[in-house]
């Protein structure tokens, strides 16, 4: 069993950077990929990026690649995701979640465990 907590959204004007955490309870936290997603209004979860268990492979979408990082310290069972020059369009809902495979995928099908979401929003 894997719970997930996130927290660091808020709102931000365009341009500006957001670091999300997301602090995960249970003791296989650091044999799992982890992820985030996010979800607009009205629109269908949207895979952000990945990362591996050992935190030596990541994979990222493209609306974000280069502005969003993620990282993870398997010592303190959580994992990040730092957002930098912040876009109107990328308000939304944040989530992680848990895929019990090393690496994960980009499909939302493949996790099992998903936080509460952190509300991001971005103003210009």
């Known amino acids: 069993q894997v719970q997930l907590v996130e927290s660091g959204g808020g709102l931000v004007q365009a341009g500006g950077s957001l670091r999300l955490s997301c602090a995960a309870s249970?003791?296989?936290?650091?044999?799992?990929?982890m992820a985030w997603f996010r979800q607009a209004p009205g629109k269908e979860h949207e895979f952000l990026a990945r990362i591996s268990w050992r935190g030596d492979s990541t994979y990222y979408a493209d609306p974000v690649k280069g502005r969003f990082t993620i990282s993870r310290d398997n010592s303190k069972n959580t994992v990040y995701l730092q957002m930098n020059s912040l876009k109107p369009e990328d308000t939304a809902v944040y989530y992680c979640?848990?895929?019990?495979?090393?690496?994960?995928?980009?499909?939302?099908?493949?996790?099992?465990?998903w936080g509460q979401g952190t509300q991001v929003t971005v103003s210009s």
């Open positions: 249970g003791r296989t936290f650091s044999t799992r990929a």
């Open positions: 979640a848990s895929d019990p495979s090393y690496s994960g995928s980009p499909n939302v099908r493949t996790y099992d465990y």
